[in-house]
């Protein structure tokens, strides 16, 4: 679990991690910090160290571009302080004024150097850790009304006007693993290894790739433990078959429902990242500044990492500003070939367009058919001007 949460710190390039661990990749020998600006490497070359002392003897060496020896930004670092006191203080009243005096900077310079370095604003962080909480408090066993008020909430309304979009569902379902859900699943195999396929009455709820079914099956319940989940052993669905047939090529544009979990950016992410047509890319940066968010890449690179359905939301299309891959949570190689197979099925419908153009063309460029051709008079296994060149 720790190495996940690790992961996901890193594809995020969450400056919150930089003193917890260091990653080193194996196919390069270089240890980095969580924040470091180089490519993301595929998960499986991947190490986590509790520092540089770890690493180093290990037999890696220090990244040349993130300097993990050096001492972090302060301004990060001011950052980082300041989420570590709001984790350790959240059930009291914080505000934006003692959050800026304990970081000694006014507050307009904590609400900019903070959206800075996390993508979010210290109140939309302070929300997240209330919901998350929440999420906690259910899972342990506790009422929805003794959960909101041990997170700091001030009525129930308060919870449940954000449930929906945050938790995807109400606090009291949430509080029941899931309980009343219904997920089917089926696992196939694809030219980019095998792919899991899980859907609700609603649309796809998840869909990801790996090289063994039962990793595959395990965050299905480790979210809503209490959900309904079976596997789906009969003939494919339709859902299956289009993600499929997408994979293969065959079906450049797929356009499925989907039923997952978001706060409000995350859906507005995947919204733009669903507009960006087969076979091209979009960088962080261009994703954000459509939002009206220039300063939001980390964020939106946050809510790439954590799109649970893949393909269907094609957060492979998004890309670095200098045109390295950046990172992928089903491994940098598959993001590679996807994008590669997506260019090449567009070439190749461009190709077709022209070769039919230029046949139209030089149909229209012939000279009109006789309506009535002398058949005698055409050469044998030659087509008549009436037939098929």
């Given at each position: 679990?720790?190495?996940?949460?690790?992961?996901?710190?890193?594809?995020?390039?969450?400056?919150?991690?930089?003193?917890?661990?260091?990653?080193?990749?194996?196919?390069?020998?270089?240890?980095?910090?969580?924040?470091?600006?180089?490519?993301r490497p595929a998960r499986d070359q991947?190490?986590?160290?509790?520092?540089?002392?770890?690493?180093?003897?290990?037999?890696?060496?220090?990244?040349?571009?993130?300097?993990?020896?050096?001492?972090?930004?302060?301004?990060?670092?001011?950052?980082?302080?300041?989420?570590?006191?709001?984790?350790?203080?959240?059930?009291?009243?914080?505000?934006?004024?003692?959050?800026?005096?304990?970081?000694?900077?006014?507050?307009?310079?904590?609400?900019?150097?903070f959206k800075r370095a996390t993508g979010i604003t210290p109140r939309e962080y302070a929300e997240a850790l209330r919901l998350g909480r929440v999420k906690k408090a259910l899972k342990k066993g506790d009422d929805v009304t003794t959960a909101l008020y041990k997170a700091g909430y001030g009525s129930s309304s308060r919870l449940y006007e954000?449930?929906?979009?945050?938790?995807?569902?109400?606090?009291?379902?949430?509080?029941?693993?899931?309980?009343?859900?219904?997920?089917?699943?089926?696992?196939?195999?694809s030219r980019f290894g095998r792919v899991l396929v899980a859907w609700t009455e609603r649309g796809i709820c998840a869909l990801s790739f790996g090289g063994a079914g039962k990793p595959l099956q395990a965050f299905l319940?480790?979210?809503?433990?209490?959900?309904?989940?079976?596997?789906?052993?009969?003939?494919?669905?339709?859902?299956?078959?289009?993600?499929?047939?997408?994979?293969?090529?065959?079906?450049?544009?797929?356009?499925l429902p989907v039923d997952v979990q978001a706060t409000a950016f995350?859906?507005?992410?995947?919204?733009?990242?669903?507009?960006?047509?087969?076979?091209?890319?979009?960088?962080?940066?261009?994703?954000?500044?459509?939002?009206g968010q220039?300063?939001?890449?980390?964020?939106?690179?946050?809510?790439c990492a954590t799109n649970p359905v893949s393909i269907v939301i094609p957060c492979h299309r998004v890309i670095r500003q200098d045109g390295s891959l950046g990172g992928y949570r089903w491994g940098?190689?598959?993001?590679?070939?996807?994008?590669?197979?997506?260019?090449?099925?567009?070439?190749?419908?461009?190709?077709?367009r022209e070769n039919e153009t230029s046949a139209q063309q030089a149909a229209m460029r012939r000279p009109a058919a006789d309506p009535l051709p002398n058949r005698r008079q055409a050469p044998a296994g030659s087509a008549t001007s009436g037939g098929l060149a």
């Open positions: 679990m720790q190495d996940r949460i690790f992961w996901r710190a890193v594809l995020a390039r969450d400056p919150r991690f930089n003193d917890r661990f260091v990653y080193a990749v194996r196919s390069t020998g270089v240890y980095c910090r969580p924040i470091c600006p180089s490519r991947v190490l986590f160290f509790s520092g540089p002392g770890a690493a180093e003897q290990a037999g890696f060496r220090p990244c040349r571009r993130c300097h993990p020896r050096q001492p972090a930004d302060p301004l990060v670092e001011r950052t980082k302080q300041i989420c570590r006191y709001m984790e350790a203080n959240g059930e009291e009243r914080l505000t934006l004024a003692g959050l800026a005096s304990r970081a000694g900077v006014s507050a307009r310079q904590l609400q900019r150097i954000r449930s929906s979009a945050q938790l995807g569902m109400t606090p009291a379902v949430y509080g029941r693993g899931g309980a009343g859900m219904k997920i089917s699943y089926t696992i196939a195999a319940t480790e979210e809503y433990p209490k959900a309904e989940i079976r596997r789906h052993h009969g003939a494919m669905t339709g859902f299956v078959q289009d993600v499929l047939a997408h994979l293969q090529g065959r079906q450049p544009h797929i356009d995350q859906r507005r992410v995947w919204q733009e990242l669903q507009s960006i047509p087969y076979g091209e890319t979009r960088t962080y940066s261009q994703i954000a500044r459509s939002l220039p300063a939001a890449i980390r964020a939106v690179a946050r809510a940098l190689g598959r993001k590679r070939a996807l994008l590669a197979q997506e260019r090449q099925a567009r070439a190749g419908e461009g190709t077709n």
